[in-house]
């Protein structure tokens, strides 16, 4: 279990616990929450804003609608009983209607119009109240450009004949005895609300009374220029969000980015950002992940400089015997003593190829573990499998590879792992080796498989002198041998142990070494112990 050379190094820094995550209101990302509640937060003021004037405005037509209907059904039937002359054919009296039409329309609010049962224009508001329409004259235009213009470019309405016809559809429609109530243009292109009813005379109809309110526009603007706040507001918080969000987000990648790329261009060996890993989000987990990230690099780097000063120092070992008793062989005569150097000539080429071989070994562990996926290992029939190569090509004195198992498992009991089974059988046999080494000849070494709580137990076990207490954990570390006396020179290259529990631990098991002791107290062996976790019931 190998050599007086302790090459021992600082343990790993523990990683730094990660803040716990609290359970929040909404699932997701704390910041795709941020992100989705301030974009829809302006958002839904300027939905909001809308949707409540243009409900407003809706109800300030339907209820323009309401008053122009409730006044022109007040003054049809007061001109149905007032001025309705002739028995048994009902007539209106133009004249009277006229002048009460005067009396109960009002200019300044509406427009009133009476047309007799022919359809025939009889008064109008605008013609009583002497109104006269006036606006704001162009400016000229330099000789020779065509005609002046009263109506500005852009601002004409409906031609005359479109407003007589959709007027001439409304007043036909009264004139049938119905209702007609809605909105229109007007001539000069404003939009006006005009309701008209007809005036019955039992079932007669008389004529209609028409009333339009053209103010329909400057309740339109009012309520844009309403909207204007609600849209600043809208704006106001995006830019706000935008910027918080450049803040938090944004402008922590960026400094992520450049950490980065000053790891690379200055050769440094981690990234530390303490201000940005402090925050409970996203970003600070990232910042942690990339500082814990470099840190194992950095780890990984000082790990590949002590291991190859260590494969340098133990290759030189066995290269200097080498070379010394090669210089010495040609000085040597007598050949019991060259019998003796050859020997060692030969053991040290043994050791080289143990050395070279173990070393192959180590340096394509980590390559091995990432690269074949995990899956299910039976680790009875495994063990059984390389149990039976070691029986099979054993030689008269070997030792002898037994396999055992315990506690209660049937011959066909199935103990599987989720593992990768080649890196599972190098351990196994690695563990094998290292106990047939300091096993006395002929003796045995038993391997046995448990399963205990959920955990699978694979044990190798010898008869040998067993480990000194002190080095039951520096056993496990590169290059380290623990010879007793009268052990072959060079047996062991200090690699296999620190193998078998790297492969372990990328499996999230353990392996621990300890001593079998007597009913006296004397120690009987070395057992490791190998724990794994279990696969299944």
């Not at 995550?21 to 909404?26: D, E, G």
């Not at 005067?102 to 047309?115: D, G, K, V, W, Y």
């Not at 922590?252 to 990234?271: G, N």
Request: proline content about 6%; cysteine-free.
């Amino acid at each position: 279990m190998a050599s007086d050379t302790d090459t021992g190094r600082p343990e790993r820094e523990p990683q730094r616990p990660r803040p716990a995550k609290t359970r929040r209101w909404l699932p997701g990302s704390r910041l795709g929450r941020l992100i989705l509640v301030l974009n829809l937060l302006g958002l839904a003021i300027l939905i909001a804003g809308a949707l409540v004037l243009n409900e407003l405005r809706r109800g300030l037509v339907n209820a323009r609608i309401d008053s122009l209907t409730t006044q022109g059904e007040l003054i049809a039937s007061i001109l149905d009983q007032a001025a309705t002359v002739g028995e048994p054919e009902p007539q209106m009296d133009e004249t009277l209607a006229k002048e009460l039409l005067q009396t109960l329309s009002n200019p300044r609010a509406q427009r009133a119009r009476l047309f007799d049962a022919h359809g025939r224009l009889v008064a109008d508001s605008e013609w009583m109240a002497d109104r006269v329409e006036s606006r704001a004259l162009p400016a000229a235009r330099p000789r020779g450009e065509g005609a002046l213009s009263l109506i500005p470019p852009g601002a004409r309405g409906p031609s005359q004949t479109e407003v007589q016809r959709e007027l001439a559809v409304e007043v036909g429609a009264a004139l049938q005895g119905r209702h007609w109530a809605g909105m229109r243009r007007a001539g000069s292109g404003e939009r006006v609300v005009s309701v008209s009813i007809p005036i019955q005379h039992v079932r007669a109809v008389l004529g209609v009374v028409t009333l339009e309110a053209n103010d329909v526009d400057a309740i339109i603007a009012r309520e844009r220029a309403a909207l204007i706040p609600f849209i600043l507001i809208a704006i106001s918080v995006t830019v706000a969000s935008s910027l918080l969000l450049n803040s938090l987000v944004a402008q922590p990648v960026l400094r992520l980015a450049r950490a980065a790329d000053r790891v690379r261009q200055a050769r440094a060996r981690a990234i530390s950002l303490p201000d940005l890993a402090k925050r409970d989000d996203e970003v600070g987990d990232l910042t942690r992940s990339l500082e814990d990230m470099t840190h194992a690099l950095s780890e990984r780097m000082d790990a590949i400089e002590s291991f190859a000063a260590d494969v340098a120092h133990e290759i030189r070992n066995p290269l200097t015997s080498l070379r010394s008793a090669v210089e010495t062989l040609d000085l040597v005569q007598d050949a019991t003593a060259r019998e003796r150097l050859l020997g060692i000539l030969k053991n040290d080429v043994q050791r080289l190829d143990r050395l070279v071989t173990d070393i192959s070994n180590a340096s394509r562990l980590d390559a091995e573990l990432s690269r074949n996926q995990p899956k299910l290992v039976d680790l009875g029939k495994l063990i059984g499998d390389i149990v039976a190569l070691y029986q099979a090509t054993a030689k008269p004195g070997d030792v002898t590879v037994r396999f055992l198992l315990q506690l209660g498992l049937s011959p066909d009991a199935n103990v599987r792992v989720l593992g990768r089974e080649g890196p599972l059988g190098q351990i196994v046999r690695n563990l094998v080796d290292n106990a047939r080494s300091f096993s006395p000849p002929g003796d045995v070494v038993t391997v046995g498989l448990a399963r205990v709580r959920g955990e699978a137990l694979v044990t190798v076990m010898d008869n040998g002198p067993g480990i000194p207490p002190e080095n039951l954990e520096t056993i496990f570390q590169r290059f380290y041998t623990s010879r007793p006396k009268g052990a072959a020179f060079g047996g062991n290259s200090g690699l296999g142990l620190s193998i078998a529990r790297q492969i372990a631990e990328a499996h999230g098991g353990s392996l621990r070494a300890e001593n079998r002791v007597g009913p006296d107290g004397a120690i009987e062996g070395a057992l490791f112990v190998l724990t794994l976790p279990a696969a299944g019931g």
